[in-house]
């Protein structure tokens, strides 16, 4: 009885099975059909900032930023499309100036400043 059951299962298996010529055409079409496509990377858009403030972007300047609750060389830079290192200067000048001032321990990398509270009239 156990051969006949053996048997049974092996012509089963036989019908699933395909032929060797088909295995490989199977096998060759695969690997042909989809090729791995490298992305090409986000393209980040060039920020053409200006690297000296005109009278304009001074004047916004010391309008705008002083009532900001976050100034940092990254918000000033985004908002007045200056670059970094224009940013830091007009920092270290609004804080001399007293119109902003220092949060927390002074770091010489992150610079972190709010807007001067209780001066003129706030938020």
């Known amino acids: 009885r156990g051969a006949f059951g053996h048997a049974a299962a092996m012509g089963a298996n036989k019908v699933v099975q395909k032929s060797k ?3 490989m055409k199977a096998a060759m079409a695969g690997g042909r059909s989809k090729k791995k496509k490298w992305s090409k990377g986000k393209v980040k858009e060039k920020l053409a900032n200006m690297v000296m403030f005109d009278k304009a972007t001074y004047d916004k300047l ?4 002083p009532k ?3 100034i940092t060389p990254s918000v000033v830079s985004e908002r007045l499309k200056v670059n970094g290192s224009v940013a830091r200067a007009a920092i ?3 804080e001399e100036k007293g119109l902003i001032a220092h949060v927390g321990e002074k ?3 992150q610079m972190i400043y709010t807007r001067k509270v209780g001066g003129e009239g706030g938020d």
């Open 21 to 23: 010529e088909a295995k």
């Open 62 to 65: 010391l309008k705008e930023i």
């Open 92 to 94: 270290r000048h609004l």
């Open 68 to 70: 900001a609750k976050l």
């Open 107 to 109: 770091h010489h990398a």
